[in-house]
């Protein structure tokens, strides 16, 4: 890889992960935000939700509706952007076959990208037929998070024998304190949750190398990127439940503190941690979405463009 780049791929890391560190230094979280009500970002012209990474860079706007647009798509529906409006980024992942000069061996390279987006809200001329229908809310979020767990295909054994939360994978088994211990069934299920997490990276399930190595989270790991992944995958099963009070845990301060020395250090692992926690998000709802999964290297190029999504 030529130095220009390996420039170009700290520079993309670089630009998303400041674009979640800005929010960490004013005190919030993304993934403890709530989409429930605005809905899962989408496009406006494909429908299509966002994924990894983009579904907090997109909700953490907090908009009234997570619809988005580019700037093409925008001029093909007839529409403008509104004076001094800001464009969102989002990333995606583009595959260039390449030839190794001295083996001559082809292999496919994964290059981040980036583009823009515009929220409706931010646009003028959108025909009222092109945007997409309001999102359903769910009208009863613990009777909804009841039936994700049930519903979890390989659902690890869960008790309620211990005072604290955690997950076993050398067992497989999650502990949750019982129901009634917390100050409400939110918060009994944002716990669950987060095991049920953990518990996707089990050798028997996605076999998540953090996981694999994990005996029980520890102190000292309370910002790994697993815990990131339990977290971020935690937010999201909230949301589709229909949760709609953002998390505010006790520690938030400490915690947004923490996450953001965690990215000065890691340029890589937000976006790194959104991809697993989608994976983990889609095991859990037994959603099936064919894409490639990138690990990040340094045969990851990083470049920027505009496409449809």
Same mark, same amino acid.
């Given at each position: 890889m030529s130095e220009n780049e390996k420039q170009k791929k700290a520079n993309v890391y670089s630009i998303i992960t400041s674009r979640i560190t800005k929010q960490l230094e004013q005190g919030v979280i993304p993934w403890q935000k709530s989409f429930a009500e605005s809905g899962l970002p989408q496009s406006v012209v494909t429908k299509r939700p966002y994924r990894g990474i983009n579904v907090w860079l997109?909700?953490?706007?907090? !908009?009234?509706?997570?619809? !988005?647009?580019?700037?093409?798509?925008?001029? @093909?529906?007839?529409?403008?952007?509104? @004076? @001094? @409006?800001?464009?969102a980024l989002v990333t995606f992942w583009n595959w260039k076959e390449v030839t190794d000069e001295q083996s001559g061996e082809s292999k496919n390279i994964p290059f981040l990208r980036y583009y823009t987006v515009y929220n409706s809200d931010q646009c003028d001329g959108i025909p009222d037929e092109v945007l997409p229908a309001p999102p359903v809310h769910v009208k009863n979020p613990v009777k909804q998070a009841e039936q994700t767990v049930l519903l979890m295909q390989?659902?690890?054994v869960i008790k309620h024998r211990e005072k604290k939360s955690f997950y076993d994978p050398c067992l497989d088994i999650i502990n949750v304190p019982k129901i009634d211990t917390f100050e409400s069934q939110e918060y009994y299920y944002r716990s669950l949750f987060h095991q049920l997490i953990h518990a996707t990276g089990h050798v028997s399930r996605l076999n998540r190398k953090e996981v694999m190595l994990m005996s029980e989270l520890r102190a000292d790991e309370s910002f790994s990127s697993e815990e990131l992944i339990a977290e971020? =995958?935690? =937010?999201?099963?909230?949301?589709?439940? =229909?949760f709609t009070n953002d !998390?505010?845990?006790?520690?938030?301060e400490v915690r947004a503190k923490g996450w953001l020395e965690k990215f000065k250090e890691n340029k890589q692992l937000v976006i790194y941690a959104g991809g697993k926690a989608q994976q983990a998000v889609d095991f859990i709802l037994n959603v099936s979405f064919k894409e490639k999964t990138v690990e990040p290297s340094t045969e990851t190029v990083a470049d920027k463009d505009e496409v449809p999504f």
């Open positions: 997109l909700a953490m706007l907090s !908009f009234p509706r997570n619809n !988005f647009i580019t700037t093409k798509q925008l001029k @093909e529906v007839g529409g403008v952007v509104k @004076e @001094e @409006e800001k464009a390989q659902k690890p971020m =995958g935690t =937010g999201y099963l909230m949301s589709v439940c =229909g !998390f505010v845990s006790k520690d938030k």
